[in-house]
């Protein structure tokens, strides 16, 4: 072989093996550039994570905030609910307690030896000014029973009569009288009634 031939084929392998050479390099290269691509994916989602899991935190924690809100809040309706049940009589009871001291009184004229029918007039006041507060104030009215026609959402009937001077029946004696709250019977009269013929 000639030399210059030779030298032609060291040549041509010399450019063989550069193109190989420059091959396995841009190889390497996107080889590396795959790697730093998939770093930077991992990279991404890693970030994703920790931030979807940082608002996951805060969303837990806000929403114990509002359960503990919530609780305390049920807590504090039902001590009020329990507060108001038991004031719920105090007016009532502030307004009883005048005649509370008027009986006090009429028991200690009553053991000093003090006039009866003076005991009995206070009595009758006391009763009259009572059930005027009671009427006024809460809405409690005694029933008219006697004379009046027998009507049984009013009055129970404990004893029967027949007269034949009535046309209706009627209450004829009253043994317990009734009362209405706000217009509603709480107890009805018990009473004597008195029946045609």
């Not at 031939?5 to 091959?23: C, F, G």
């Not at 026609?149 to 009535?166: G, I, K, R």
């Amino acid at each position: 072989m000639s030399k210059h031939k030779e030298d032609k084929e060291k040549n041509l392998e010399q450019e063989v093996l550069t193109e190989e050479q420059v091959a396995e390099e841009n190889t390497e290269e996107e080889v590396q550039e795959d790697q730093t691509e998939e770093v930077s994916q991992e990279e991404i989602l890693q970030a994703k994570v920790a931030e979807l899991e940082a608002a996951n935190a805060e969303l837990k924690d806000q929403m114990l905030r509002r359960q503990a809100e919530l609780e305390n809040y049920r807590k504090r309706l039902i001590r009020d609910k329990e507060e108001a049940v038991q004031f719920a009589n105090e007016s009532l009871i502030r307004d009883i307690l005048g005649f509370l001291d008027n009986m006090e009184r009429a028991l200690t004229a009553a053991k000093n030896g003090g006039d009866v029918n003076a005991l009995i007039e206070g009595f009758e006041m006391t009763q009259n000014q009572l059930l005027s507060t009671l009427d006024k104030n809460w809405g409690l009215k005694a029933i008219e029973s006697v004379g009046q026609e027998f009507d049984p959402s009013l009055h129970e009937a404990c004893m029967m009569t027949v007269d034949e001077n009535l046309d209706k029946e009627t209450v004829l004696e009253e043994f317990q009288k009734g009362y209405t709250l706000h217009d509603r019977v709480i107890r009805p009269s018990k009473v004597k009634i008195g029946k045609p013929e």
